[in-house]
T-cell receptor, first 114, second 115 residues
Framework: GDSVTQMEGPVTLSEEACLTI???????????LFWYVQYPGEGLQLLLK?????DKGSNKGFEATYRKETTSFHLEKGSVQVSDSAVYFC?????????????FGSGTRLSIRP | EAQVTQNPRYLITVTGKKLTVTCSQN?????MSWYRQDPGLGLRQIYY???????DKGDVPEGYKVSRKEKRNFPLILESPSPNQTSLYFC??????????????FGEGSRLTVL
């Protein structure tokens, strides 16, 4: 079945450091890929998405490129801020799947030190 | 304001006492879903609904019921709660069903503790 695997957390970085959170997927069809972010005490919200191979999603300084050849969608940011502290979820939605539902990874907690 | 509203936000109850967590969305979304979030396990889908009167099981449906009598509401029912249902619950909705969008809108969560 379809699945999403993302790097274990927690990840702790200093402010202005570079960030990469790895995400790989398996899917039978042609998935769209997403990163969701959950700030403390809140629900998840969509951060960025890419719907086909080689697409790059971007938002709030974060980027992720849909790599079909490596089945990956790594989240990157060049200079993180304290306000980026949150839990990040990689997810996929498979057009070929019989059920219209989103599959989430287990989440990566990111903490940024001032 | 477009939103998904869950109630209650926090609840402590005892084993076996029936409870309902309500979810309402004002975006005219067809697709709605319930998830539970547990440490180390991420988000797991409980039930989802493609439209009014259409519901289906997700990955962890045991011990839960849902109904979809109106498009805007999708309550989660725990008929006889047990301690292993202590969790953080999220309701979510989406504009398009059956299509590959993935853009879910989430409520703020309901933290349930079953003693």
């Amino acid at each position: 079945g379809d699945s999403v695997t993302q790097m274990e957390g927690p990840v702790t970085l200093s402010e202005e450091a570079c960030l990469t959170i790895n995400c790989t997927y398996t899917a039978t069809g042609y998935p769209s890929l997403f990163w969701y972010v959950q700030y403390p005490g809140e629900g998840l919200q969509l951060l960025l998405k890419a719907t086909k191979a080689d697409d790059k999603g971007s938002n709030k300084g974060f980027e992720a490129t849909y790599r079909k050849e490596t089945t990956s969608f790594h989240l990157e940011k060049g200079s993180v801020q304290v306000s980026d502290s949150a839990v990040y979820f990689c997810a996929l939605s498979d057009r070929g799947s019989s059920a219209s539902k989103i599959i989430f990874g287990s989440g990566t907690r990111l903490s940024i030190r001032p | 304001e477009a939103q998904v509203t869950q109630n209650p936000r926090y609840l402590i109850t005892v084993t076996g006492k029936k409870l309902t967590v309500t979810c309402s969305q004002n975006m005219n979304h067809e697709y709605m879903s319930w998830y539970r979030q547990d440490p180390g396990l991420g988000l797991r889908q409980i039930y989802y609904s493609m439209n009014v009167e259409v519901t289906d099981k997700g990955d962890v449906p045991e011990g839960y019921k849902v109904s979809r009598k109106e498009k805007r509401n999708f309550p989660l029912i725990l008929e006889s709660p047990s301690p292993n249902q202590t969790s953080l619950y999220f309701c979510a909705s989406s504009l398009i069903t059956g299509a590959n969008t993935g853009e879910l809108f989430f409520g703020e969560g309901s933290r349930l503790t079953v003693l």
